[in-house]
């Protein structure tokens, strides 16, 4: 009886390993494969018409796809959750650090009249990429921390909505009104799954309605954005260039498409054909079936992000429900406005296709918020194994007397009752 308490004991102690999820990794996997191949398709006129070597924009896209990979190896192996909460204010703080740097001279680069960009000398960061994820660390560290205020005080999720703010201010300032408005909306919607009231969530967003009218009509190049958007055809050679070309590469795919290599708007028809167009182009060389599978990747990606967000909640681990969460909603909202962008639905805006489009901080940055979201896998997964563990309950072989009273308890209280009664029987 009492050997049997202690072996238990000590299972509890060593406690499962954890696992990795399979169909994170399936999604991942598959979106890799395929944003090699339409990179390398893509690419290699846009290369070659800068002279700059074919395979230019494949090769370095595998080397920051490597770079991503190793560190997102190493946080699944190596970096539990809880030091990323430990350190979430600091990164935080290192992001707005970042986020200053573009504004000063010989560090920020202007590139297309934007300042998004930190010089590193071999090669330039987007320090937005790094915002995305930091946020979704700082709102699910609060979260956890402050989930009562969350859920019962109008005032308890000020301090995220205000950080959030203050990074979307400092992107506005690049300007990135995309991406600041992504960072915003994911926010709200972590602050939403982690038990606060839409109603106090609308109060504190309404004066934000106006502010964001005014900022998205405050410029013309917004203006002819969202005017270009309604009606492409009307100036199809100047401010609705861009979207006529991507139209007319997803209306030639039709079902199974050109084929691969095939693709027309990608000679120097369709801008950005390896980045903010690759669906575009995926559209015309694979036709609708290869949209459907890329969309299906990302539902698989998302939705089960979001599962194991709802799981990591109900086992208690709520730090890595909160971050699975977050992550869930940021690449699935980033999707979302890249694949309505190229399919004519939404305005223009500068959002890479995750994983799939071209883009050193982004592959980079996107590989370590997967690995982020896989260790919250392996720990919800642990987490559960736990709890199945603690809940079995065998049968052993009971003894007459007070022992068997002992099986009925739960686990954690039979080592003190055994204890107990071996002190009372010496």
């Not at 010989?106 to 930091?134: C, D, Y």
């Not at 979307?168 to 408005?181: E, H, R, V």
């Not at 918020?369 to 997964?381: D, K, P, T």
Request: with cysteine; glycine share 12%.
């Amino acid at each position: 009886m009492f050997d049997w308490i202690v072996q238990s004991q000590a299972v509890r102690r060593v406690g499962p390993r954890g696992r990795q999820d399979p169909w994170l990794l399936l999604a991942i996997t598959g979106l890799v494969a395929f944003g090699v191949v339409m990179i390398a398709s893509s690419s290699i006129a846009v290369a070659d018409g800068q002279h700059i070597g074919e395979f230019h924009y494949l090769v370095r896209h595998l080397v920051f796809l490597v770079l991503g990979g190793a560190a997102a190896v190493a946080i699944v192996r190596w970096v539990e959750l809880d030091v990323l909460e430990k350190y979430s204010g600091w990164l935080m703080l290192g992001t707005f650090v970042l986020l200053a740097l573009v504004f000063i001279p010989h560090i920020g680069m202007r590139i297309n009249g934007a300042r998004r960009w930190v010089h590193l000398g071999f090669s330039g960061f987007q320090p937005v990429e790094l915002a995305k994820l930091t946020v979704v660390l700082y709102v699910a560290s609060y979260l956890v921390r402050h989930r009562d205020a969350v859920e019962l005080k109008f005032l308890g999720a000020v301090r995220p909505v205000l950080v959030a703010g203050l990074t979307a201010a400092m992107l506005l300032a690049q300007p990135d009104f995309g991406s600041a408005a992504l960072i915003g909306i994911v926010t709200i919607g972590m602050l939403w799954l982690g038990g606060a009231r839409m109603r106090n969530l609308l109060i504190m967003g309404l004066p934000m309605l106006p502010l964001g009218a005014y900022l998205a009509l405050s410029t013309d190049y917004r203006v002819k954005r969202l005017t270009s958007f309604l009606d492409p055809w009307k100036d199809p050679f100047d401010n609705g260039f861009q979207l006529t070309q991507a139209l007319i590469a997803v209306g030639r795919g039709k079902w199974f498409g050109v084929g691969l290599g095939g693709s027309v708007q990608k000679l120097f028809y369709l801008p950005e054909a390896h980045t903010d167009f690759i669906l575009a182009v995926i559209a015309e060389e694979l036709g609708f079936v290869g949209v459907l599978a890329v969309l299906g990747l990302f539902a698989l990606l998302i939705g089960r992000g979001l599962q194991l967000g709802l799981r990591g909640v109900e086992v208690g681990k709520l730090r890595a429900g909160y971050i699975a969460f977050g992550i869930s909603l940021m690449l699935g909202l980033q999707a979302l406005v890249s694949v309505g962008v190229n399919l004519g639905v939404l305005p223009t805006k500068g959002l890479t296709l995750p994983l799939i489009s071209s883009g050193g901080s982004s592959t980079l940055m996107t590989c370590i918020m997967l690995g982020v979201l896989v260790r919250a896998a392996f720990e919800i997964h642990r987490a559960e194994d736990a709890r199945r563990m603690a809940t079995r309950r065998p049968v052993p072989a009971r003894s007459a007397g007070d022992d068997a009273g002992v099986v009925a308890l739960p686990l954690a209280a039979r080592a003190q009752v055994a204890s107990a009664l071996q002190k009372v029987r010496a």
